[in-house]
């Protein structure tokens, strides 16, 4: 009863301590061209006002103090700021990504890292909500875009873990998907120092190809409006090409899940959907001018001079729900922001006659260095930082090849007799069956994220591997990486081995299950 007692004591008086040393933080936090907007002890469970236009509440899984602030990054220019500090915290520090164009600071990521006692910061990108409006005319906020926010939550979080915790960071990690896989990848590019671990997922690196591509993808297929663009597939006929492409390509990997483990073995015979006459689109059938739409979708993005700009897209990933912003006739709003309020810095500008010359004009700007497409990863490699990287193989928005080119794009630049690959600090692991960053009929959950199902150990969370590989005594690198689906229909939970690259994944008949040769 005593022991009780006293227990009680000292968890009224930590939580006490703490809450008044979060509050604290507000007075005493003295970082440069930085200014402390809140700091605020939330309990798990209560509800907190969040900052930004692109979400309003949000509700920490765990205790946390949170500590929101901007950064002045110019005279035009500033990043706003959100860190969690959580009541139990294992000595690490972590920095998170955004998505798209954003604008958001990352909350969800937030409340992973700090469930999972990192000491975690996100950032607003340096400007608010989605759009790419504040790009125009202010080159300082496209650098915070391009290089410059990530940089700055590693400077100001590693000061906030000391004035809080009263000690310095053991390490320091990186968690992004997508734009914020783009992020990690120049992180370790510009500012080696700023991270010990980096997991970068679906990285939209080579950026201005990417957008490019996904301009062009419109193109091909035109404007809905039969008469002016016989090209444009209806959205209605999608499904039965992606059925078509299932037909074809599911088995190449011996087990007829709905799943094409290895799309670039997918060579796709399309004529198969052509309309007995050509006689327009009765039974789900294709016109000769959609299957030449088709053919430049599935072909990779060519440049002026014939050279691959940007890989095909994946086969396969048109059965994805998010797959109809790319083909529905109008250049989507990442592509369409960055081109018209960063590159042509022209809110009026028109993509009537948006052409290949348009992406490599693009291409060839790079503004803020934003292609991160390069492969000068010495620094980062020789001062012991780690890169895990993954991508979905039915990802609609960022076609999986591009991490296979960012890998041999690494690979020949730092390959040398003395390190014949990358293996000691690089490894990219290809998803079956994934989305953009997670979802998918494959086993997409493995600790990108919060997700119920995922087993919280160093080879189920690729979190945890991250830290493994820097943190443990022999440096344990991820062989493997073991996902979990997430049935949505109440149906039965699989695992399933995901492969380091170039490994593939192989299906063993006998053994009944996956395996990595
Ligand atoms: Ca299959």
Redesign the pocket.
Known sequence: MLRLLKFLISSFFTIRGRKYDCLDLTMTLTIANTTILEAQYVASGETISTYGSCQSAAVPTSSTCRVLGVVSTSSTSNVHFEMWLPDTWFGRFLGVGNGGLGGCIDYAQLDYGNTMHFATIGSDNGHDGESGLSFLNNPEVINDFTHRAIHVEAVVGKQIIEAYYKKPHSKSYYLGCSTGGRQGIQSALLFPDDFDGIVAGAPAVDFNHLLGWTAMLNRFVGAPNPENSPTFIPLSLWPSIAQEIMDQ?????????????EPDDCDLRLQTLACEGDMGNTDGCLTTAQLEALDKIYSPLLGTQRQVLYPRYDPGSEADGDFAAMFNGSISSIPADWERYAVQNNASFSFADYSIADVEYTSMLDLGGVSTWNGSLTSFRERGGKIITYHGRRDPGIASGISKRLHALVSTALSSPSHPNIDDFYRLFLI?GMGHCSGGQGAWAFGQGLSANVVNDTEHNVLLAIVDWIESEDFKAPERIVGSTVPVDGGEMVERVHCRYPQRSV?DVNGDVFGCV
């Open positions: 390509c599911d088995s190449l990997d011996g087990l007829k899940d709905a799943i094409i483990t079956p299906w």
